[in-house]
T-cell receptor, first 110, second 110 residues
Framework: GNSVTQMEGPVTLSEEAFLTINCTYTATGYPSLFWYVQYPGEGLQLLLKATKADDKGSNKGFEATYRKETTSFHLEKGSVQVSDSAVYFCALWGYSTLTFGKGTMLLVSP | NAGVTQTPKFQVLKTGQSMTLQCAQDMNHEYMSWYRQDPGMGLRLIHYSVGAGITDQGEVPNGYNVSRSTTEDFPLRLLSAAPSQTSVYFC?????????FGQGTRLTVV
C-alpha cells in the first residue's frame, strides 16, 4: 500500500532561518504529491502540490520538487517567519484518497 | 461558497452513546473522506466515498459507519462510543486530487 514518511519534529528555528522538512513516499506508479499546513485550532489547507516527476510546487515562499528517483518531496523555505509556525503534512493521492505522513511541527521564534 | 462544513465543532460523549458527525460540501465534489487526527499519528483514513451510494473502508474503520445518499452529505456515525475514539475528526471533499477540509470536530469520549 501507499505510505508517506516525514521527519519528526518539532523543528525549532529562528526567524529568517532556512527550512527543510524531509518527506519520502512509497507508492505504485507516480502519484500526485502534496504539502498541507495546519495552523493551531484549524483544519488543513493545501500549501503546494506537484503532479508529475520533476515538477516544482511553490506557494508563499515554500517550494518542493517531485523527485522520482529518490521518491522524495522535501519542503523548503529560504527565510521562515514567526507566522509560519504550524504543523506541516506531506501527502500523496492514490486509490481515491490521500495518505498522510505523521506531520512535522515547526516552531519559529523571533 | 461555504466549502466543507462540519458540525458540531465540539462534542463530549459518554461511553456507549451513539452520535453522528455531520459533513456537507457545496462544491459538487464526487470524492469525500473522513479522517481522524491523533497526536503523533497524523491523519488516518476512516471511510471514504467516490460518489453517491458508494462507500468504502479506510485504514481505521472499526466502530464507525457511513452512508452517502447525496453528493453533498457524508455523515459519520459512531455506533457505541469508546474512549479510544477520542480524537479530532476531519471531513474532506476532493476534486482532481485536491482535497478541501472542514474545520474539524473535537470529540471526547468519557
Amino acid at each position: 500500500g501507499n505510505s508517506v514518511t516525514q521527519m519528526e519534529g518539532p523543528v525549532t528555528l529562528s526567524e529568517e532561518a532556512f527550512l527543510t522538512i524531509n518527506c519520502t513516499y512509497t507508492a505504485t506508479g507516480y502519484p500526485s504529491l502534496f504539502w498541507y499546513v495546519q495552523y493551531p485550532g484549524e483544519g488543513l489547507q493545501l500549501l503546494l502540490k506537484a503532479t508529475k516527476a520533476d515538477d516544482k510546487g511553490s506557494n508563499k515562499g515554500f517550494e518542493a520538487t517531485y523527485r522520482k528517483e529518490t521518491t522524495s518531496f522535501h519542503l523548503e523555505k529560504g527565510s521562515v517567519q514567526v507566522s509560519d509556525s504550524a504543523v506541516y503534512f506531506c501527502a500523496l493521492w492514490g486509490y481515491s484518497t490521500l495518505t498522510f505522513g505523521k506531520g512535522t511541527m515547526l516552531l519559529v521564534s523571533p | 461558497n461555504a466549502g466543507v462544513t462540519q458540525t458540531p465543532k465540539f462534542q463530549v460523549l459518554k461511553t456507549g452513546q451513539s452520535m453522528t458527525l455531520q459533513c456537507a460540501q457545496d462544491m459538487n465534489h464526487e470524492y469525500m473522506s473522513w479522517y481522524r487526527q491523533d497526536p503523533g499519528m497524523g491523519l488516518r483514513l476512516i471511510h471514504y466515498s467516490v460518489g453517491a451510494g458508494i462507500t468504502d473502508q479506510g485504514e481505521v474503520p472499526n466502530g464507525y459507519n457511513v452512508s452517502r445518499s447525496t453528493t453533498e452529505d457524508f455523515p459519520l456515525r459512531l455506533l457505541s462510543a469508546a474512549p479510544s475514539q477520542t480524537s479530532v475528526y476531519f471531513c474532506a471533499s476532493s476534486y482532481n486530487t485536491e482535497a478541501f477540509f472542514g474545520q474539524g470536530t473535537r470529540l471526547t469520549v468519557v
